[in-house]
């Protein structure tokens, strides 16, 4: 399969909200994801902050930790 656009089309680099109480692991998270080609367009360290956050940045995929405050 072509990995590589056709020509004329214009590839859109996916927008992603970090949401994870673990500094370490939204650092880790970040450069994974930087390093597959995407753009991490905000981070937040609990649930209620990563909603707001969400709610003005409108990322394209949000990547929360399951059990966390808030």
Request: proline content about 7%.
């Amino acid at each position: 399969m072509d990995a590589q656009p056709h020509s004329g089309q214009a590839t859109r680099v996916p927008r992603v909200l970090l949401v994870d109480d673990n500094p370490g692991m939204r650092r880790v998270l970040r450069g994974l994801l930087q390093d597959a080609g995407m753009q991490v367009v905000g981070e937040a360290a609990d649930g209620l902050e990563g909603v707001a956050q969400a709610a003005v940045i409108r990322p394209d995929v949000v990547l929360m930790d399951w059990r966390m405050p808030g």
